[in-house]
């Protein structure tokens, strides 16, 4: 956060002396000044939202700056809200969440901080371009953006021109011009001991090169399993099929913050609505009941979906706990071939 407002500030601090007031940012109806002024107003409403732990709506305020204030004054006010926004997402445990609108109603800490830093990216740029000078950020800033709130754009030549693509500012070879948009905040579910938390691409690729994805597993690590199927994650967004809703989910105990495990779909429905699950469980967590509720949970959600006709599960003959997991969670067993065994739970 502190990284892309002092990139914005030290961008738009040499134009002050400008008529931000009088010029037209970018592709935007806004005046540059307007937009400026919204960077500031994004930020501290973000911040107010996360510190203030706002489950429903938004908060009744809104930023009114002094009548006589300056552009000088006006990225003083960004430096400030962004300031305050990284502090409430320093000081914000992990498993709090706050509202926003867009898609599922609520955000995390890091969620917030990408919301904040393509903000701060975007409308800089839209200013930069208004008053006619250059704008390019550093690409690790696009691409924090872009693994944490658009999971489904595909990577392109560089995470900046991606960036610009995705929201309709620019063009990439080969693909067709945006003209409208939203990002994505990963979706969350909540059974009854849990919380099934989607992964980003971000978490996917952390898991997948040996890391803890930002959590603290029982156990001290992620189950094998959990690592491969966030390499098949990070797979589908570099081919532009990452499906937010349709991916792996870490499963977090509420009672102590502590990860136990992953469940995830192999993909969207196929054409005839049936759609593949699988899970991991560190061995600690094991014998608890939570790949069982996790599967109801996630099963029942995939369900409720148009279109989807059945959840189906693979386990091996030799794995009798996973048998009974599908089992106790209402699946019935279909088919059978060379060392598996095919269920089903149906709609």
């Given at each position: 956060m502190e990284e892309a407002v002092a990139h914005c500030v030290a961008t738009l601090g040499a134009v002050t002396d400008r008529d931000w007031a009088g010029?037209?940012?970018?592709?935007?109806?806004?005046s540059c000044r307007e937009t400026a002024e919204h960077i500031a107003d994004d930020l501290i409403a973000y911040a107010g939202r996360l510190a203030g732990r706002v489950a429903a709506g938004r908060l009744p305020f809104t930023l009114s700056l002094d009548g006589d204030t300056d552009n000088t004054g006006v990225l003083r006010t960004i430096e400030a809200t962004g300031a305050l926004l990284a502090a409430a997402v320093r000081t914000t445990p992990r498993a709090v969440r706050a509202f926003h609108p867009y898609p599922f109603?609520?955000?995390?800490?890091?969620?917030f901080a990408a919301m904040g830093v393509t903000e701060v990216l975007l409308h800089t740029h839209d200013v930069a371009e208004g008053l006619g000078i250059g704008h390019e950020p550093p690409p690790e800033l696009a691409s924090f953006a872009l693994t944490r709130l658009f999971p489904q754009v595909e990577p392109g030549p560089t995470?900046?021109?991606?960036?610009?693509?995705?929201?309709?500012?620019?063009?990439?070879?080969?693909?067709?011009?945006?003209?409208?948009?939203?990002?994505?905040?990963n979706p969350v579910l909540r059974s009854?001991?849990?919380?099934?938390?989607?992964?980003?691409?971000?978490?996917?690729?952390?898991?997948?090169?040996?890391?803890?994805g930002g959590y603290t597993w029982v156990g001290g690590a992620p189950a094998d399993g959990t690592r491969v199927g966030a390499g098949h994650a990070v797979k589908r967004y570099e081919d532009g099929v990452f499906h937010p809703e349709w991916g792996?989910?870490?499963?977090v105990r509420r009672d102590d913050d502590l990860a136990v495990g992953a469940?995830?779909?192999?993909?969207?429905?196929?054409?005839?609505?049936?759609?593949?699950?699988?899970?991991?469980l560190v061995a600690?967590?094991?014998?608890?009941?939570?790949?069982?509720?996790?599967?109801?949970?996630?099963?029942?959600?995939?369900?409720?979906?148009?279109?989807?006709?059945?959840?189906?599960?693979?386990?091996?003959?030799?794995n009798v706990p996973s048998q009974r997991v599908v089992t106790r969670a209402g699946f019935t067993r279909v088919s059978e071939d060379v060392g598996q065994i095919s269920y089903e739970l149906r709609g």
């Open positions: 010029v037209r940012a970018g592709r935007l109806e806004w109603g609520h955000a995390s800490r890091e969620g995470p900046w021109r991606t960036l610009l693509w995705a929201t309709g500012r620019g063009e990439l070879p080969g693909r067709e011009p945006v003209t409208g948009w939203r990002w994505s905040n009854e001991r849990l919380t099934l938390e989607g992964v980003t691409p971000a978490t996917a690729a952390d898991l997948s090169l040996a890391g803890d792996m989910y870490v499963l469940m995830g779909f192999h993909g969207v429905p196929d054409g005839d609505g049936r759609v593949e699950i699988g899970y991991d600690g967590a094991r014998g608890h009941g939570y790949a069982t509720e996790a599967l109801r949970t996630l099963s029942r959600r995939a369900l409720e979906r148009d279109g989807v006709r059945a959840v189906v599960a693979v386990v091996d003959h030799e």
